[in-house]
């Protein structure tokens, strides 16, 4: 498991700290360093690629968000639509979208990987990328270009209310955040012109319900955090997606 092995390399790295001659170097690994966990290294990754590629685009090559976000045209014929249906989920229009998106993400992504795992978590990530961007093809306004990661914080959103369910059952919890999410973007999506890509929220909240009662079908369930890393210590606000006009 990629969360286990990402956990055994800070143990590595903490230890490989602690055979400093800085005493001050050993005293910060055994004090802090030790106690930080990284539960989440897919989720925590995307974010961190977010953050890098905002600051990338503020500060040393501005305009970079532009490129890498999806076309509302497809052209089968340029090799880079192909790598925009995966480029778009990392880039966002403004500090206050990447802060948003991260901070949703945050809340409720560690969660549902802790459950689910970190290869499903990156399966469910690139399902997201590629079914959003279509989905921007079919239904994004003319001449405008998708921006954001919350097509993927909904499918977490929705995954991580799934982390309760138990084998043919469906907890409360995912039919109210259904209805109050999903209904709410399906309403905007058909009523509603505020350059937010509703379809995005909508694909991200489909894959991530598809893709929870497929894993808990298939018995990859893996149980809750706390459980987790209870465990292991034995043993040792609403995303947007920006749609750009194309300059």
Not at 8 to 30: A, G, I, M, P, Y
Not at 154 to 166: G, Q, R
Not at 173 to 198: N, P
Request: proline share 3%.
């Amino acid at each position: 498991d990629m969360s286990r092995r990402v956990e055994e390399k800070w143990d590595q790295f903490c230890s490989s700290l602690e055979t400093s001659d800085n005493d001050h170097v050993v005293w910060f690994s055994r004090t802090l360093l030790r106690h930080v966990v990284v539960e989440a290294p897919t989720v925590i990754t995307f974010c961190l690629i977010c953050v890098l590629l905002h600051f990338l685009n503020l500060i040393i090559l501005p305009g970079l968000s532009f490129p890498l976000g999806v076309d509302s045209e497809l052209h089968l014929k340029n090799p880079l639509q192909y790598i925009r249906f995966f480029t778009h989920i990392f880039v966002h229009d403004s500090l206050g979208h990447l802060k948003g998106n991260m901070t949703n993400l945050l809340l409720v992504g560690p969660s549902a990987e802790a459950s689910f795992g970190s290869r499903a978590i990156l399966h469910v990530i690139l399902v997201v990328a590629v079914s959003s961007s279509l989905s921007h093809v079919v239904l994004g306004r003319q001449n405008s270009r998708q921006l954001g990661a919350s097509g993927v914080v909904f499918a977490m959103i929705l995954l991580n209310s799934l982390v309760a369910a138990k084998r043919g059952k469906i907890p409360v919890s995912f039919i109210l955040i259904s209805f109050l999410y999903l209904g709410d973007e399906m309403w905007k999506l058909f009523f509603i012109s505020d350059g937010v890509s509703h379809s995005a929220h909508l694909v991200g909240g489909f894959v991530g319900t598809i893709t929870g009662f497929q894993m808990d079908k298939q018995g990859q369930y893996r149980g809750n955090f706390n459980d987790r890393h209870t465990s292991q210590a034995q043993t040792m606000t609403k995303p947007l997606v920006k749609q750009q006009k194309q300059r």
